[in-house]
């Protein structure tokens, strides 16, 4: 059983800057996938970003150019840099890590994004 922990989140103005991080009880190297999920109050949850085992990315298109998802095997952990916030970023950001039929998701660390 493989635990997923997400820290980083907080309050931030407009046009700052987070990162958030996820590490894992085991190793990441060996997870086909990981990726950042959010999900505001009153809507479902959506993907941010996505890293594969390969290291290929991909990027919800709102977040693109703004975001950057990233990951250290050796540290086995996951990052997330939110650069250039707006306050439609404000969530909860989930992390998920997968394992062939295994699914693991943290739970969650909340960022606002506000004055």
């Known amino acids: 059983q493989v635990q997923v922990v997400e820290s980083g989140g907080g309050l931030v103005q407009p046009g700052g800057s987070l990162r958030l991080s996820c590490a894992a009880s085991g190793s990441i190297a060996i997870m086909n996938a990981m990726a950042w999920y959010r999900q505001a109050p009153g809507k479902q949850r959506e993907l941010v970003a996505s890293?594969?085992?390969?290291?290929?990315?991909n990027y919800k298109d709102s977040v693109k150019g703004r975001f950057t998802i990233s990951k250290n095997n050796a540290a086995n952990t996951m990052y997330l840099q939110m650069n250039s916030l707006k306050p439609e970023d404000t969530a909860v950001y989930y992390c998920?890590?997968?394992?062939?039929?295994?699914?693991?998701w943290g739970q969650g660390t909340q960022v606002t994004v506000s004055l």
């Open positions: 998920k890590a997968v394992r062939g039929q295994y699914v693991y």
């Open positions: 890293i594969t085992l390969g290291g290929s990315t």
